[in-house]
């Protein structure tokens, strides 16, 4: 088995005096990917795991939740720059708007940029619509979600890969609601649901709707982004 760390950013700030918590400055982003091309990590959108049994030996999947404008200004000049591959998680009611669901301030992008990003660098992955907790969510809400998604989705055009980052890591985690949950993404026709966790995972997944994602901190130095993306959180 291959071992693949997935990195979970959100917010990329222009400044490292904001580089804290869920918004890291584009000089340690900079930083981060710069290490990664150096040891010539290589990089995948979740579409292309599908057609795979084992991978190189450094490999990573990088993600950024939640489509902020900052990710688009910051964030995406990197990965071209590096000649890495991303995959950005999209909360569809809030395209065009703000991060309601936190405090407002952060712009999200827009259709037209969501549609100028090169496909080649940036899978695109579903957040839910309204970014709000699975677990707390009736069968009926949940796929009144789905739906709202899979509607806008197809009326812009927009191309997604079936995959869902759950908002705030949160899904059902007892059974049998775990499992009649994973039974509803499959009947909503996804491929793969990413948590936290903050582990590296095994490859092939052990289960595609378990995936953990390690939650990249604002804060660390380049030293702790090389633990955590070899062996995720120790203790």
């Not at 940029?113 to 809400?141: C, K, W």
Request: charged share 25%.
């Amino acid at each position: 088995m291959s071992q693949l760390p997935v990195l979970m950013y959100h917010n990329v700030s222009d400044g490292t005096a904001k580089s804290k918590g869920l918004t890291i400055s584009k000089e340690k982003l900079e930083e981060q990917f710069r290490y990664l091309s150096d040891n010539h990590y290589a990089t995948f959108h979740l579409s292309e795991l599908e057609s795979k049994s084992d991978l190189p030996e450094r490999s990573v999947v990088i993600t950024f939740d939640d489509v902020t404008e900052n990710q688009l200004l910051f964030a995406v000049p990197l990965l071209e720059q590096y000649n890495l591959k991303a995959v950005f998680f999209i909360p569809f009611s809030y395209i065009g708007k703000t991060d309601q669901w936190n405090k407002g301030s952060e712009k999200i992008m827009d259709m037209e940029q969501l549609l100028s990003i090169n496909p080649d660098v940036v899978e695109f992955g579903y957040h839910s619509y309204l970014h709000r907790r699975y677990s707390e969510l009736t069968d009926a809400e949940i796929e009144e979600d789905f739906n709202n998604c899979n509607a806008l989705i197809l009326e812009s055009g927009l191309a997604v890969y079936p995959a869902v980052a759950y908002p705030y890591g949160n899904y059902p985690k007892k059974e049998p609601a775990k499992t009649h949950f994973k039974e509803q993404l499959q009947k909503h026709g996804m491929k793969m649901g990413l948590r936290i966790g903050n582990k590296v995972n095994s490859f092939p997944f052990k289960d595609s709707f378990e995936i953990n994602r390690i939650d990249v901190k604002g804060q660390w130095n380049l030293f702790k982004f090389k633990i955590r993306l070899k062996f995720g959180k120790l203790f």
